[in-house]
């Protein structure tokens, strides 16, 4: 007999009232992501969609995409570089802002700092991204800007290119690698931090033994939150990439709205989610690996 | 060291907001072609209320919000109660499973969401986006509500219940209102979560039935004027606003200052 058995009597039984809660979250969760991620995965094993009364059979096809169309190949591989790019230098921008906000900032000003950074993440991405053509078209601020200073040069058009689309996922993502970087920097124990310089560890041995060390955790995490939004981006490189902007979202989107072969749009989709749930493990590894003694 | 690091932080800022403000700077500019010099007008301010795609639009999103901020809190907030408050085995299994609408890229979502209403005969359109949206913001409501609960005295409750309260009557009296500030946290975050969804809202609008900022995709593709500056700008206002109310119901700024 538990403790608490004589006051439970009055009470529905613990277990029936928790799946009561979670009963509602959990079966809008079911409708709206679990079967709909179930269905695509039926329809990339189809040879069509099953609409109407046109027979579709089990097949294997779609998934042979790759082999089958060499240029998704590189597509594939601008998206992952894209990832690359994004993510490298969100971690060289970013990891040292969080250091500057965690060491040469205190008080208030740090929460004032710190909500401005995470301010703009949270207003709409599609906005900011529309923003760059300001900046980046011909005319546009920077050509402008250019102009101004060196008279002789003519920048002209950066938009609809491979650079302008960086540009804009750095922008997009910059906040995370900030908050991630922080978090992990923010928890170093400055007494490892004054020990090291009192031991005569001058800043770049500072920086190599202990502060990058210690707030990888940070940096991975920051580095998968943004490398894999980016691999699924298909509207930034759409809006800042024009022609050039062909990537593995921007593909499926098209298998979808355009092309209408939702077989061939699924198993790329699912494709792309079995390299997201890799990324995942690989991250939770690497986090275990760090923590176990 | 200290100045050069508040120069970096300095310059991020820079990078982070100038573009933004281009763009609303451009929306107070009477140059259809975004010329410069500067001229001040409010032109493309007057022009969004005679604009009927854009209206229509916006009253989408405006009521798929409302309707989104209710239901994911309520139910949100519910699924918190029972994940916080007890253990018991699979809770492990249920808080991951959280994870998805979060953590996997939207166009993967979103695209699964279209392949299923599609065919199983929800379809597409305005019940169907409040659907998607609700699922994306269950999560991010039980990630917000789930601290306040544990920051809760744990027997308030209990005392209210000897006292001869009913357990319904004790969360309704005691624990509901000490909640409310994660609450209505949380529900501005559904709101806003709501209000800047474009992906999810892309894929499940149809031809007449979309909202704001699938309105402004097709604009941006299309061919835009400063009208499109002039409804971001709003749009960023709205946003902007809904976050420093949240940040004030949460308390952010305190909590990154102790640290």
């Known amino acids: 007999m538990p403790p608490d058995g004589q006051t439970r009597s009055r009470l529905p039984p613990p277990s029936l009232a928790t799946a009561g809660l979670l009963a509602p979250a959990y079966l809008w969760m079911t409708i709206a992501v679990f079967l709909p991620l179930a269905a695509m995965l039926y329809f990339s094993l189809l040879t069509r969609a099953p609409f109407g009364n046109r027979p579709a059979a089990f097949t294997l096809e779609n998934y042979l995409a790759f082999v089958r169309r060499p240029y998704l190949l590189r597509v594939a591989w601008t998206s992952i570089s894209l990832g690359l790019w994004t993510t490298g230098l969100c971690a060289l921008l970013g990891w040292p802002a969080a250091l500057a906000l965690a060491r040469t900032v205190g008080g208030r000003a740090r929460g004032a700092l710190f909500l401005l950074i995470v301010l703009p993440f949270w207003t709409n991405g599609l906005v900011r991204i529309f923003s760059w053509t300001m900046v980046l ?32 996922l750095v922008h997009a993502y910059l906040p995370y690698m900030v908050l991630t970087s922080y978090v992990s920097i923010a928890s170093i124990n400055p007494a490892i931090i004054e020990a090291a310089q009192s031991l005569g560890a001058r ?5 190599a033994t202990v502060l990058l060390p210690l707030s990888l955790p940070g940096l991975l995490s920051g580095a998968v ?27 499926i989107e098209d298998q979808f709205t355009q092309a209408f072969n939702w077989p061939l749009g699924a198993a790329l989709s699912f494709t792309m989610l079995a390299l997201v749930l890799a990324m995942f493990a690989l991250l939770a590894a690497a986090m275990r690996l760090r923590t176990a003694p | 060291m200290t100045a050069l690091g508040r120069i970096w932080l300095a310059l991020l800022l820079g990078f982070l907001y100038l573009p933004v403000i281009v763009l ?26 005679t604009d009927e795609a854009i209206l229509a639009a916006t009253r989408n999103s405006v009521l798929i919000a409302v309707v989104t901020c209710v239901l994911a809190t309520s139910i949100g907030t519910l699924a918190a109660l029972a994940l916080s408050r007890n253990t018991f085995r699979g809770r492990t299994v249920l808080q991951l499973l959280l994870l998805p609408p979060i953590a996997i890229p939207w166009l993967i979502i979103g695209t699964a969401m279209l392949v299923f209403f599609y065919w199983s005969g929800i379809g597409r359109g305005l019940h169907s986006m409040i659907i998607g949206h609700v699922a994306l913001a269950i999560p991010y409501v039980v990630l917000v509500i789930g601290p306040g609960l544990h920051s809760l005295p744990e027997n308030v409750e209990d005392a209210a219940k000897s006292l001869g309260s009913t357990p319904l009557h004790a969360f309704f009296a005691v624990t509901l209102p000490l909640l ?25 609008s149809e031809p007449g039935v979309t909202t704001l900022p699938v309105q402004i995709y097709g604009a941006i593709r299309s061919g835009f004027t400063p009208e499109i500056n002039a409804i971001s ?22 909590f990154i200052g102790r640290r």
């Open chain 1, 137 to 168: 078209s011909e005319g546009g601020l920077l050509d402008q800007a250019v102009r101004l200073a060196f008279p002789g040069l003519r920048p002209g058009e950066i938009l609809y290119s491979y650079p302008a689309i960086v540009i804009g």
């Open chain 1, 203 to 207: 800043v770049p041995v500072l920086f």
């Open chain 1, 225 to 251: 939150l943004i490398f894999v939004p980016v691999l699924g981006s298909f509207m930034e490189p759409r809006i800042l990439g024009g022609r050039v902007g062909v990537t593995m979202g921007t593909v």
């Open chain 2, 24 to 49: 609303v700077v451009m929306a107070f500019n009477a140059s259809p072609l975004y010329a410069l010099p500067f001229v001040f007008s409010l032109r493309w301010f007057a022009a969004l209320p």
């Open chain 2, 180 to 204: 409310a500030p994660s609450v209505a946290a949380a529900a501005l975050f559904a709101f806003a979560v709501s209000l800047d969804q474009f992906v999810i809202s892309y894929f499940l």
């Open chain 2, 233 to 254: 700008t709003v749009l960023l206002g709205a946003s902007l606003l809904l976050l420093l109310l949240f940040a004030r119901l949460a308390d952010f700024g305190g």
